[in-house]
DNA sequence: ACCGAGCACTCAATA
DNA sequence: AGTTCTTCTG
DNA sequence: TATTGAGTGCTCCAGAAGAAC
């Protein structure tokens, strides 16, 4: 079961301009929706793009797509551009590219990146460097010395035989793709992956009157945010000073564009955990302050414990308790709670402490990993699949899904989404009643459910959806699935999901065993294994509804 | 990947 | 001189 | 010995060509 889903479909060819189309109809999309967020200077874009020569457009395109903002000229060599100096001409009248003929001085910086480590050493040579000592320097390295030798040799950045590019406007570009998918992590490739039949997307309504961004200052609030985080990464790697200037840098949050309040809060949480690992906790404890959403309450009262301030990290676990903004964090602060207290010799409640069906098995690794080979043994039983959170997450999102792509303002802005915008809003439901309630109907008969869910699966196979994994399950499992599991153990199971689908989506047992007669979900755990927190939460409520389940764990028989 | 998620593996510190 | 990483492509 | 917590690694188009090691 490897490969996509989609394999059957291949020598997809696209047309020899598809990037351009794509090109077009995202700015298409922008001209028409949004005009009244843009700057003169985008407004001046579009026209000035759409009178642009063909070729012209194609040139621009393809340097956008491309690392960096400079290009030589030898190196974009495209058989759709023939004439590359010709389609240039008119990017640099429209101010859309810089042209640097052949002798020009160029900031070394601007250069750096565009040579191998060859070239570099053939023009250190040129400039009268010895090179003995610089071969065997790594890129980094190399780059690193010939800044410094450019301090006394300014030859270095001058090229007798290069004709350089400098793109510019991929700003502009940039706000493009962040109106148009609503964040900066997708692109162009998006169509492409889709006309070549890796992803299929649903056909929803997109509302032309709807959009993502509502006036200016969110736009730029956004903006912004991407703005301060570009250096998130190498911030992490540094020590406290760099990552508490980062977190400063950040608007005060909660704030009320609840998607970027959960992006800002998120990239928080992870500069609070840093400042823990680096020994900040209290820099930490402030950023955590700053957050309502898990874990940071969690962190602070982690924080408070260690530093002994025992009454405050008891006191966040009452909060938490009393306002859990999830059963995680509801369990966390009643067993950490309760650790603490008892630990202090202090009187709290126990928390409850469901100890699951539990069975030991001896067997020989077969080297297929050991849910596989447990899998396997209980073969003997009936059939046993490997299917983690994929078959209830799948069945859920076959059985809601007109209640997923229901056509909700909002809900839907461009054509590349697997789940509607508001998909985590608490008011979901609330939006959608009426196809809520009409796909619940398919829940009141076996027949109805099977009718329900396999018809979707043909019709939509292959479509993209949040909670379907097309290339895991097959239909004759979820046929068998549907036989075994009775009615109000599935609707259990939904309703739980529908409760916290962030949540609830993941710590389904590992493996499904359809007998005869029933079925059971087991949970294997390997030699040092344990279960986590959100798989014993799954287990409990199992247990709540009658639902059969057991954790295997396995020992190795022939480890000496 | 909506600036990671979800799982198992490994190790160390507790009780 | 073979292997691994990066970049580009459709 | 079991439990807890922390940190790590893996995969998320596929394949080609070029560059780095
Ligand atoms: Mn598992
Ligand atoms: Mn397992």
């Not at 696209?14 to 999309?29: C, Q």
């Not at 309450?297 to 006191?315: C, H, P, T, W, Y």
Request: charged share 25%; net charge negative.
């Amino acid at each position: 079961m490897t490969g996509s889903i989609l394999e059957g479909q291949m020598n997809v060819e696209l047309a020899s301009d598809y990037y351009l189309t794509n090109f077009k109809e995202l700015i298409e999309y922008i001209g028409s929706t949004y005009t009244d967020l843009l700057s003169s200077e985008e407004r001046g874009f579009l026209l000035i793009f759409s009178q642009l020569p063909r070729e012209s457009q194609m040139l621009y395109i393809r340097m956008l797509t491309r690392k960096g903002e400079w290009f030589r000229a030898r190196k974009l060599n495209y058989q759709e551009i023939p004439d590359l100096f010709g389609a240039v001409t008119s990017l640099e009248k429209s101010d859309l590219v810089q042209v640097y003929p052949a002798k020009s001085m160029l900031p070394l910086a601007a250069v750096i990146g565009l040579f191998t480590k060859a070239e570099w050493l053939l023009q250190l040579k040129f400039c009268g460097i010895d090179t003995a000592s610089l071969k065997t320097l790594k890129r980094a390295a190399l780059e690193e010395r010939i800044f410094e030798l450019a301090e006394h040799h300014s030859a270095l950045s001058y090229f007798e035989n290069e004709i350089l590019f400098c793109l510019k406007g991929s700003a502009v570009f940039d706000t493009f793709k962040l109106l148009y998918f609503g964040n900066q992590h997708q692109d162009l490739t998006e169509f492409v992956l889709r006309d070549l039949g890796h992803y299929r997307y649903e056909d929803y309504l997109i509302n032309r009157d709807t959009r993502s961004f509502q006036d200016k200052s969110q736009l730029q609030a956004h903006q912004h945010y991407y703005a301060i985080i570009e250096p998130l990464e190498e911030v992490l790697l540094q020590s406290k000073a760099e990552i508490i200037a980062l977190v400063e840098q950040l608007p005060a949050t909660p704030q009320s564009d609840r998607l970027l309040d959960r992006r800002i809060q998120s990239v928080k949480l992870r500069l609070a955990r840093q400042l823990e690992r680096l020994d900040a906790p209290q820099q930490a404890l402030l950023i955590y302050q700053q957050c309502n959403i898990p874990p940071a309450r969690e962190r602070s009262a982690r924080i408070f414990v260690k530093q002994q301030r025992i009454d405050e990290g008891l006191n966040l676990c009452r909060e938490i308790i009393a306002q859990p903004r999830s059963e995680a964090e509801q369990q966390f602060g009643e067993g950490f709670g309760y650790r603490t207290a008892r630990k202090h010799k202090l009187d709290w409640q126990a928390p409850s402490n469901y100890k699951p069906p539990r069975r030991t098995l001896t067997l020989t690794p077969t080297g297929a990993g050991v849910e596989v080979d447990v899998a396997c043994y209980f073969s003997q039983n009936g059939e046993c699949h490997f299917v983690e959170n994929d078959l209830f997450s799948s069945l859920f999102g076959l059985l809601y899904w007109e209640v997923i792509f229901a056509p909700v303002k909002g809900a839907f802005t461009n054509p590349f989404q697997i789940r509607p915008h508001d998909l985590h809003e608490p008011d979901f439901l609330t939006q959608r009643q009426a196809v809520f309630s009409q796909a619940n109907h398919a829940l009141l008969s076996q027949e109805l459910l099977n009718d329900a869910i396999t018809s979707r699966w043909t019709e939509k196979f292959g479509i993209a959806n949040y909670f379907v994994n097309w290339s895991w399950i097959d239909e004759a499992l979820i046929h068998t699935a549907l036989a075994r599991i009775p009615l109000p153990h599935l609707k259990a199971i939904f309703q739980r999901i529908w409760q916290d689908i962030r949540a609830n989506c993941s710590g389904f047992p590992d493996l499904i065993l359809l007998t005869d007669t029933g079925y059971e979900l087991i949970e294997v755990k390997g030699p040092g294994d344990t279960l986590q927190a959100n798989q014993l939460r799954w287990m409990r409520y199992f247990h709540q509804q009658n639902i059969p389940h057991r954790v295997v764990y396995v020992e190795f028989d022939s480890l000496g």
